[in-house]
């Protein structure tokens, strides 16, 4: 079975520069997540979307961060402007109806961006 | 709000002792509880859930709503029990993202 992928595995950019991240979860999986990993922590919930609909943005900052999934299947976050302080592992996961009776997440590789 | 802490930041001991990673936890409502693990080089994972009540690599972990507190154990370490391990808790109602502690780096010597 192929894992959840994301691309691209590393990105180094300028502050006040965007950048974007994609996603594709594992087939059949309606529930995808975005975390962000900031070294020496642990995942940070950004989104969570139910097929296309968004189930909660709360820690999302939406000043520069932004997050889609049109169809309901892949995902793009992007990131514009920029700032030092985002400098973080963006980890995708999805997991079968909404993972709420198993709690299981399946986790990408991770985009590592470094911003300069 | 809802908080997971794991005070260790890094635990190491030897092969063959036992070994109790911790984690505490603040929540309001009935928590659901979580381990993930991380191998070197490999995706973050589930290792195990709390209402499972299930052994896995030979990891076990017992909620405790009174001293809110969700210890994962094994009674003797393995080098392959190196990793890092999260802690995590679900919230509830619809939205089920996890809220994760900020790990503990477990490094089994020989």
């Known amino acids: 079975e192929a894992g959840v992928a994301q691309s691209p595995r590393y990105k180094i950019i300028e502050k006040r520069q965007s950048v974007a991240f994609w996603c594709n979860p594992i087939?059949?999986?309606?529930?995808l997540y975005w975390y962000q990993q900031i070294l020496g922590q642990g995942p940070k919930l950004l989104i969570q979307?139910?097929?296309?609909?968004?189930?909660?943005d709360s820690q999302l900052p939406k000043d520069r961060f932004s997050a889609e999934r049109l169809k309901g299947v892949d995902s793009t976050l992007k990131i514009q402007p920029a700032k030092l302080e985002d400098s973080a592992v963006y980890l995708c996961?999805?997991?079968?109806?909404?993972?709420?009776?198993?709690?299981?997440?399946?986790f990408g590789e991770g985009s590592r961006l470094t911003v300069l | 709000a809802q908080r997971v802490t794991q005070p260790e930041k890094l635990l190491s001991v030897f092969k063959g002792a036992p070994v109790e990673l911790k984690c505490n936890y603040s929540?309001?409502?009935?928590?659901?509880l979580f381990w993930y693990v991380q191998y070197s080089r490999q995706r973050l994972q589930l290792l195990l859930r709390?209402?499972s009540r299930e052994s896995i690599k030979g990891f076990t972990a017992d909620l405790n709503k009174g001293e809110t507190s969700f210890h994962l154990k094994k009674p003797f370490a393995q080098e392959e029990d190196s990793a890092m391990y999260y802690c995590?808790?679900?919230?509830?109602?619809?939205?089920?993202?996890?809220?994760f502690g900020k790990g503990t780096h477990l490094i089994i010597q020989p």
């Open positions: 996961a999805s997991s079968l109806v909404g993972g709420y009776r198993t709690g299981e997440l399946f």
């Open positions: 709390h209402i």
């Open positions: 979307f139910q097929n296309n609909g968004v189930v909660d």
């Open positions: 087939s059949g999986h309606a529930t």
């Open positions: 995590a808790l679900k919230s509830g109602g619809g939205a089920d993202g996890l809220t």
């Open positions: 929540y309001s409502g009935s928590p659901e």
